[in-house]
């Protein structure tokens, strides 16, 4: 969950993971963790359609979620960091 501050310049104030609840560290409008933001929206032929949902994980909560995969998911290094 993303907080921002009210006004034009929409700075990043706060972010939360949304399955833990711990507040990750957040620096001048900054993220200064890692951080999944998970961004669906849901079109027809779906129980959700119409319907779009936004969160946050907390990158041990990712590593969690990821344990839980039946199908493991496809992991590569990147070398173009954020």
């Known amino acids: 969950m993303r907080k921002y501050e009210?006004?034009?310049?929409?700075?990043?104030?706060q972010?939360?993971?949304?399955k833990c609840g711990r507040q990750l560290k957040v620096e001048n409008g900054y993220l200064?963790?890692?951080c999944f933001f998970g961004?669906?929206?849901?079109?027809?032929?779906s129980r959700r359609d119409g319907s779009a949902c936004h969160f946050d994980l907390c990158e041990d909560c990712f590593d969690e979620l990821l344990a839980q995969f039946a199908v493991p998911a496809e992991?590569?290094?990147s070398t173009?960091?954020?």
Do not use: P
């Open 39 to 45: 961004d669906a929206v849901f079109g027809y032929f």
């Open 80 to 82: 173009e960091l954020l």
């Open 6 to 13: 009210e006004g034009q310049s929409r700075v990043l104030t």
């Open 75 to 77: 992991e590569e290094d």
């Open 32 to 34: 200064k963790e890692g």
């Open 15 to 18: 972010v939360v993971c949304n």
